[in-house]
């Protein structure tokens, strides 16, 4: 399980003397349980991406603690294999130079296995994200977006994490494209149990996938809501916001 435990987060305002700081992130707390996907939904600057970068350990919080089973994430080892993301930007993701094998194969390095099972398992996780095991050996540029991405994910599910962060994973994909991989991220979810924090702009594709949704603003957690209970938020602010957030 996951815990985010009263986390707050500024940075330097303007240029490097000076002292003044804005308050990104204040006393975020929430828990997203083994096997939940919890929704990430606010305006642009109200600190999703921030709060993302936390849990994955990649930046310290000034103050609370973000803990994964019991164990701070700050660890290396306790994210380690536990905890991988993906970002919208998955050209820059990968490295141009390696191999769709290549690239998959970074995060099983840890795990000591024989050659001849990794190529196993790539197998198997091009096949999870419906891409050809052909596919092994081209690089980035020979694939469409939708097929890096997918690229992305076998690779971030590739040592088989409990958590996953999406940051706006999806958002840069064509419509069918998207479809498609919030359909393999609900199968794996299920496969796996593997929980993931899906941070997104986008209200239905939340609705889709998530269990519950966190409606951010200005750097705190505005309200919490069962994804069921969607159409019956309490404040006002959250029902503006998902409104403006509607597309159909
Ligand atoms: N490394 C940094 N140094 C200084 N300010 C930062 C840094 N990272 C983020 N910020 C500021 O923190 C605020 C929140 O940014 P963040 O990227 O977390 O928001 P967001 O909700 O993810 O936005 P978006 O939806 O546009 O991606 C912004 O005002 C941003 O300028």
């Known amino acids: 399980m996951l815990i985010v435990d009263r986390v707050e987060k500024s940075y330097k305002k303007g240029g490097l003397f000076s002292a003044e700081r804005q308050t990104v992130l204040k006393s975020v707390s929430f828990e997203c349980k083994d096997g939940e996907c919890i929704g990430i939904i606010g305006e642009s600057g109200s600190g999703k991406?921030?709060?993302?970068?936390?849990?994955?350990?990649?930046?310290?919080?000034?103050?609370?603690?973000?803990?994964?089973?019991?164990?701070?994430?700050?660890?290396?080892?306790?994210?380690?294999?536990?905890?991988?993301?993906?970002?919208?930007?998955?050209?820059?993701?990968?490295?141009?130079?390696?191999?769709?094998?290549?690239?998959?194969?970074?995060?099983?390095?840890?795990?000591n296995k024989s050659r001849k099972e990794n190529r196993e398992k790539i197998v198997n996780l091009l096949n999870q994200v419906g891409l050809p095991s052909s596919y092994r050996n081209k690089y980035p540029h020979e694939?469409?977006?939708?097929?890096?991405?997918?690229?992305?994910?076998?690779?971030?599910?590739?040592?088989?994490?409990?958590?996953?962060?999406l940051d706006e994973a999806i958002s840069s994909l064509d419509v069918s494209v998207q479809t498609q991989v919030l359909e393999l991220l609900k199968d794996l979810k299920r496969i796996f149990n593997m929980s993931y924090v899906f941070i997104t702009h986008d209200l239905q594709a939340a609705a889709y996938i998530c269990d519950r949704v966190i409606i951010f603003r200005d750097g705190q957690i505005e309200e919490i809501v069962e994804i069921e209970y969607l159409k019956d938020v309490k404040s006002a602010y959250t029902r503006k916001l998902l409104q403006s957030l509607i597309t159909f």
């Open 49 to 111: 991406s921030t709060l993302g970068r936390l849990i994955l350990g990649i930046e310290k919080p000034d103050r609370g603690m973000v803990l994964f089973e019991g164990k701070n994430v700050e660890d290396r080892r306790v994210r380690s294999g536990n905890i991988s993301a993906v970002f919208q930007d998955y050209k820059s993701s990968i490295n141009p130079f390696f191999t769709v094998e290549q690239a998959i194969m970074e995060p099983l390095k840890i795990q």
């Open 143 to 165: 694939l469409s977006g939708g097929e890096v991405q997918r690229v992305c994910i076998a690779r971030a599910i590739s040592a088989e994490p409990k958590c996953i962060l």
